[in-house]
């Protein structure tokens, strides 16, 4: 069996952390570690090494935009994929998450089938 790769959901609201999770373990070969703002993911992304982050813009403490950003900017995550799930669907916002380093943008209301989709993409899986 395949190592398993490691996903990190970064989602204030309890109920869309736990949809994308559920999406997520549609993924065989992929474990999920939930965080519940910028924070939090931070915390979790000094303890081990992720093969990519999903996270939401409009978070308490620290917003997904800050969070790419500080992503961007350490050595040792520069390379993860990014994908952002949001409710700001303005193109000047996709704009500004891309420039920043996110890989992906996607806009609430998400389907299932199009996050597996874009991972699955990212993470070069079948």
């Known amino acids: ?16 952390r736990q949809l994308i999770v559920f999406a997520l373990s549609r993924i065989r070969t992929l474990k999920v570690v939930e965080a519940d703002d ?22 308490p403490m620290m917003d997904g935009l800050k969070l790419v950003s500080m992503v961007r900017n350490n050595e040792s995550h520069r390379d993860m994929p990014i994908v952002i799930i949001t409710t700001e669907g303005a193109q000047e916002d996709r704009q500004r998450a891309l420039s920043l380093g996110a890989n992906a943008y996607i806009t609430k209301p998400i389907q299932a089938p199009q996050v597996i989709q874009k991972v699955k993409e990212l993470l070069k899986l079948p």
Do not use: C
């Open 1 to 16: 069996m395949a190592e398993p790769l490691h996903a990190l959901v970064v989602e204030d609201s309890p109920t869309m």
């Open 38 to 59: 910028g924070v939090d993911a931070l915390k979790k992304l000094a303890q081990r090494r992720f093969d990519v982050m999903i996270t939401d813009i409009n978070m």
